[in-house]
């Protein structure tokens, strides 16, 4: 274990299933995380960051996903921010507001709408240009992190494109309202935003207003992905250990469950299942690394294997415990929860697929 696993691990200790079941993560540790640039490890050092490799960021990502997969989902959203202030701010703006990620301040990405889900072309929060200002507004659900963010990265239409404009969450006119009770990820802040003519300098508007939106929101959901892929990947690693253990330790009509062949294959599914999604995460990070053409689609392809791979697994180390591991704070029914979400965002399953199947029309002769 490297030292920045050390830390993650003494800072989520034996702490994670009481995180899930309150709902919330304590400030400490994200204080901490955020101030050690680790929520966005893959930021270059100039701005703070540990720039770290896609390669080396995915694996320590899948650490905090083995961990606690709201912990996970706070890291990916505070990485999405800073690759899309990276991505699409200018100089200034980088040089403005990467720094402050890497120390202290959270963010949250908004694309999502309540008439615009999988499909973000009906996206209709406005960015209006107003003299020196811009004014927001508009509404957004189910921001991963909001509840916790200083600073929201809104996606809205502007003029005949689109834009992504830094909102501070305590800006005049922003309300926040945490989802109740979601499924899993529990304590990973998921709130809904409503944006009332929010009055912002126009500075806040990042580089490239009025460019497509496909373009930029492509951007930002890649790198959801191969953060998510990576932290399914963490969630097949806790399932594997924990289905391995009880296994071993727990006997039914005179041996260890494991000794029992249909157990036994449980135990090999979630093995192939662990390293497949390894696999190939570790393919899309050396595209990632490489800035090879073929990154965006080896993370839809990361993400989609991942994901549902995980949901499969975590089913299936439920079924291994059987009651033992059937009740909230058990690390196998937290997975079972926190897994079936990763089907849902950055790309459900079926638009992945969908993805996927343009992509084979593509290349086909
Ligand atoms: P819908 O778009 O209504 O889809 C419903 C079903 O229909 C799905 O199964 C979908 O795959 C399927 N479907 C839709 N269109 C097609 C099609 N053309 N062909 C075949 N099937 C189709 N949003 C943010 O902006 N920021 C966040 O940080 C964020 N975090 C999230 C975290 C969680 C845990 C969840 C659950 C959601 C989060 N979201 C976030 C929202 C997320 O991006 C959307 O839920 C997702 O895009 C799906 O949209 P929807 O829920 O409206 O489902």
Redesign the pocket.
Known sequence: MNDREALVSELVGDRADTWDLTGLIPAEPLRKLGEAGLLCGELPEQYGGLGLSSLDNGRFTAHVGSLCSSLRSVMT?QGMAAWTIQRLGSAQQRADHLPRLTSGTLA?????EPEA???LSAISTEIRPDGDDVVVDGR?????AAHYAHLLVIFGRYGDGAAAVLVPADAPGVTVERVAD?M??RAAG?AGIRLDSVRLPRDHVLGGAGAALTMLVTAALSYGRMSVAWGCVGILRACLAAASRHAKSREQFGRPLGQHQLIGGHLADLLVAEQTATRVCEHASHRWDEGSPDMVTAAVLAKHVGATQAAAAAATAVQVLASAGASDGHVVARAYRDAK?ME???G????CR?MLAQHALSVSG
Request: hydrophobic share 40%.
């Open positions: 959203s949250a990405v908004g694309f999502s889900g999988s499909d957004k659900v189910w921001v991963t979601p899993g990820c998921h979400l849902i965002i950055e459900s399953n079926e638009l969908l």
